[in-house]
């Protein structure tokens, strides 16, 4: 869906380095989730936001942290990257009382 | 939490023949059930849904069915065709979080 973006598309990083993975919408959609995708594992949730003010913790939230700066923006940190945070990441989004969530073409990480 | 199963994790099947991928979910409160299609290197894509309260849906080839009773949902595909090769990914929502299934590999062999 063109309406969800993400920055950047494939990023190669070290062990240790920091790093922000960046969504962007234009659906106008107050809820954003990020997920992570490991073969044989499906999408597992990492954050979700309800609006701007409001972030919540998903299944998998541990060693990663997010910043709603507003309804149309939520990016992913990872604070000191290791190997096994290489994964496919996608970005989702919705509207309240409307459950189908839209994905964004997600960024391809690898952490050496 | 929501715990989602999914079987089979690889299915090949004829062109033209009938596919069947089928999931089981473990909270009674769940009330939506969407299927997506990812294709490789694409991302996820709605292709069908159910929700609670309604026990089949069908959109041409593709259908969905529910059972709330026995907690389980399936995806048909009827005259499977080679763009029907993808991974297919189930998932049930519960307080505004989807939690999908670990996935379906469906080939379609010519």
């Known amino acids: 869906d063109a309406d969800v973006t993400q920055t950047p598309r494939n990023r190669i990083t070290k062990t240790g380095k920091r790093i922000m993975l960046e969504c962007s919408q234009t659906?106008?959609?107050?809820?954003m989730y990020w997920y992570r995708q490991d073969p044989g594992l499906g999408l597992r949730l990492i954050y979700y936001?309800?609006?701007?003010?409001?972030?919540n913790k998903g299944e998998i939230s541990d060693g990663y942290s997010v910043s709603r700066q507003a309804q149309a923006k939520f990016s992913l940190s990872l604070e000191s990257a290791i190997p096994n945070q290489t994964a496919l990441y996608f970005c989702?989004?919705?509207?309240?009382?409307?459950?189908?969530?839209?994905f964004g073409p997600g960024t391809r990480l690898l952490v050496l | 939490g929501e715990n989602v199963e999914q079987h089979p994790s690889t299915l090949s099947v004829q062109e033209g023949d009938s596919a069947v991928i089928k999931c089981t979910y473990s909270?009674?409160?769940?009330?939506?059930f969407p299927w997506y299609k990812q294709e490789l290197g694409k991302r996820p894509q709605l292709i069908i849904d159910?929700?609670?309260?309604?026990g089949e849906k069908k959109d041409q080839r593709i259908a969905v069915t529910l059972n709330k009773t026995a907690k389980h949902f399936s995806l048909h595909i009827t005259e499977t065709q080679p763009e029907d090769s993808a991974v297919y990914f189930c998932?049930?929502?519960?307080?505004?979080?989807?939690?999908f299934g670990t996935g379906t590999r469906l080939t379609i062999i010519p």
């Open positions: 989702a989004t919705r509207q309240a009382g409307i459950e189908t969530q839209y």
């Open positions: 659906k106008g959609h107050d809820r």
């Open positions: 936001s309800f609006d701007v003010k409001d972030i």
């Open positions: 909270d009674s409160a769940s009330n939506y």
């Open positions: 159910i929700r609670s309260n309604v």
């Open positions: 998932a049930a929502t519960g307080n505004e979080k989807l939690t």
